[in-house]
């Protein structure tokens, strides 16, 4: 979701869905989730054309790493401006066109031209394929079109980029709660919580789920 409209992975609709019990559909077995602890609340992303340069991957890497840190100990005043920073981290490319390509779909979504969006996310993630929130931005879509198995895909995509994307791993929670997989719904959802502990909607859901999935194996 993006600012003030779509945030990261359909952040205020999907943050609700999952506290209040998400809509099941049917089955889907063919969606499989990443082995590596695989799309919640999350606010607006910060407008990608307004973000400095990308730094090099070395210091990119060691910032990120320091603002995950501090989120994890972050109390109840101090972890939204720390989310901001990581996630105006990850919207940044090193290539003007990339960013000017990523706020042209996020207009696109906050309109919600969903097939004009995809166009543009999709010249995106084959243009530039290891920038790993096209492909979150293209995983959102999807879902919100209803299209689950491309949005796992995508999703997948994502965290192999970037493993600690909560927003992803949101999303991929929400997906498998949907399709009543909740054991791994239930795994997903932690994880989130490992690396984002004041992901409200990821707890409400773990707290749902947890009396059922805690009774047998995971």
């Known amino acids: 979701m993006m600012a003030d ?59 990120l790493d320091a603002l995950f840190a501090a989120l994890a100990a972050s109390g109840e005043r101090e972890w939204q401006p720390l989310q901001q920073q990581i996630q105006a981290t990850w919207a940044r490319n090193a290539s003007p066109s990339m960013t000017l390509l990523l706020a042209r779909a996020t207009r696109a979504m906050e309109a919600k031209d969903y097939p004009r969006a995809l166009l543009f996310l999709n010249d995106l993630v084959r243009l530039a394929p290891d920038y790993a929130e096209a492909w979150n931005r293209r995983a959102t879509v999807h879902f919100l079109e209803e299209r689950y198995g491309h949005s796992v895909a995508d999703i997948q995509r994502t965290l192999a980029l970037e493993p600690r994307h909560f927003g992803a791993l949101a999303g991929l929670g929400i997906i498998l709660d949907r399709l009543d997989r909740d054991a791994e719904a239930y795994r997903v959802f932690k994880r989130a919580l490992e690396i984002h502990p004041h992901l409200e909607g990821a707890r409400a859901a773990v707290e749902r789920l947890a009396p059922d999935v805690e009774g047998r194996p995971l």
């Open 5 to 63: 409209g779509i945030h990261i992975f359909a952040a205020l609709a999907v943050a609700l869905a999952v506290a209040a019990g998400s809509a099941h559909a049917q089955r889907a077995p063919e969606l499989v989730p990443p082995e590596a602890e695989p799309p919640v609340d999350i606010p607006a992303t910060p407008e990608p054309l307004a973000l400095p340069p990308e730094p090099e991957i070395e210091d990119r890497a060691a910032a």
